[in-house]
């Protein structure tokens, strides 16, 4: 997939059937931002993980269907979710922090003060 | 003249592929340029699928429209169909993004004819509309005791 989203994430393909949020990355000069959409997951049943180079978001649908319940219409899909983002050296992965509200989990990636812009100051 | 050719998979599904242009198209400008993202969000209504359910004395519809608040949804019966609205316009709080964010939706679902309008009842957790459509009393099924003589 060439969805590439900034410079600093990749999306890694998933073999695994689920299905990927929607989501978006944007960036400020201190961190990146993801936001995504997981309607459905239970803040217990969120998972921010990261697994080598990769960050991995995993969310559980919550609600299940009672078995006398008859499905009528079907427009969202009974699977869990999952998003798959490469991180590259830019990331400061000690230092990542999540939230969830109303069903969209933001996800805050400070970057590397490597990167941070900075000042130089200049001598005379 | 230009000839293009005639692609049938764009008529399979027209909604869907209108859905998937759209968004296509939001993120290219969104990405291109990052000062229409705001400005073309509100022109596109975000997507709600919903599910619905039958139980033996109500039906049940769930609606998946994540990122608005209890305040900002609307719930309506115009004759005889259920109008799922939203709008919801926030500034970020935390001023580190220059942007603020728009979404709104509108989705209308025909009910039927037994439901009993005035007993409607709706909750949002995570980002999930759940619409509780209670059968009016007389067209639940009744067991009628029949005299034997």
């Known amino acids: 997939m060439n969805t590439e989203k900034t410079p600093s994430t990749e999306v890694v393909e998933t073999p695994v059937p689920t299905q990927q949020p929607v989501y978006d990355v944007t960036e400020t000069p201190e961190e990146f931002v993801i936001t995504a959409r997981i309607p459905g997951v239970d803040r217990s049943a969120v998972e921010t993980v990261i ?68 000042r130089i100051e200049i001598s005379s | 003249m230009k000839l293009i050719r005639y692609n ?11 859905a998937d242009f759209r968004e296509e198209m939001d993120r290219f400008f969104g990405h291109t340029f990052p000062a229409f993202r705001g400005a073309t969000s509100p022109i596109w209504s975000t997507p709600c699928p919903i599910n619905l359910y039958r139980e033996e004395d109500r039906y049940v519809l769930r609606a998946e429209i994540p990122g608005f608040d209890k305040k900002d949804l609307t719930l309506e019966v115009v004759d005889g169909s259920l109008i799922l609205s939203g709008h919801s316009h926030r500034e970020d709080k935390s001023k580190k993004l220059e942007e603020s964010s728009e979404a709104r939706f509108t989705r209308t679902v025909p009910l039927p004819d037994e439901v009993d309008a005035t007993a409607i009842k709706a909750e949002y957790t995570n980002g999930v509309l759940t619409v509780t459509l209670p059968k009016r009393p007389e067209t639940k099924p009744r067991q009628i005791a029949i005299d034997v003589k």
């Open chain 2, 8 to 18: 049938p998979s764009l008529l399979m599904d027209p909604i869907d592929s209108l």
């Open chain 1, 51 to 118: 697994d080598g180079d990769d960050l991995v978001i995993t969310g559980k649908r919550t609600w299940k269907q009672p078995d006398n319940w008859k499905l009528l219409h079907e427009e969202i899909p009974a699977v869990d979710y999952r998003l798959v983002l490469r991180l590259d050296h830019r990331v400061n992965r000690d230092a990542l922090k999540a939230h969830l509200t109303n069903g969209i989990l933001t996800v805050m990636l400070p970057k590397a003060e490597a990167v941070k812009p900075r």
